[in-house]
């Protein structure tokens, strides 16, 4: 019965480390490149670390023109 308790809260303290973390990375995209949050809280987790992924690979190679058309789709 304990070890049943312990997995249930280990499990929720999981989810709501997974929810915290995805709402930090939307939060980021939204204040650093004023990207919209309705249109950000569409996609999942690991797209949200694929598009800030991008996004910082772009602006280390130096190239606006393909950073401005990965944005465009979240403003």
């Given at each position: 019965m304990?070890?049943?308790?312990?997995?249930?809260l280990?499990?929720v303290?999981?989810v709501?480390v997974?929810?915290?973390l995805?709402?930090?990375?939307?939060r980021?995209?939204?204040?650093?490149y004023?990207?919209?949050?309705?249109k950000l809280?569409k996609?999942?987790?690991?797209?949200?670390a694929e598009l800030?992924?991008?996004?910082?690979?772009?602006r280390?190679?130096?190239?606006p023109?393909?950073?401005?058309?990965l944005?465009r789709?979240?403003?």
């Open positions: 304990l070890i049943a308790i312990l997995s249930s280990g499990l303290a999981l709501i997974k929810l915290l995805s709402r930090s990375g939307i980021y995209l939204v204040d650093g004023g990207l919209d949050r309705k809280s996609l999942n987790t690991k797209e949200i800030k992924k991008s996004i910082n690979l772009l280390k190679k130096n190239d023109f393909a950073l401005e058309e944005m789709k979240f403003r």
